[in-house]
């Protein structure tokens, strides 16, 4: 999805209950320069939408 495109609104099979563990797979590569970025999650919990920002990432070429 590019920047100022809406996503898709789909019904997923999935729930993650409380306790349950939540884990995301990130594969990033970089070719001659450093990146630096923010992860933001959007989500619906409780029927209520909310987002979470983590970062200041980085990747260095290696």
Known sequence: MRPGEDAAT???PYR???GDP???E???VTEGRDCRFAL???RVAN???KST???DFR???R
Do not use: H, K, N
């Open 10 to 12: 789909s019904t997923s």
């Open 16 to 18: 993650v209950r409380r």
């Open 22 to 24: 939540e884990v995301f």
């Open 26 to 28: 990130i594969g990033l």
């Open 40 to 42: 933001v999650v959007d």
């Open 47 to 49: 029927g209520e939408q």
């Open 53 to 55: 920002t983590a970062g």
């Open 59 to 61: 990747v260095v070429p």
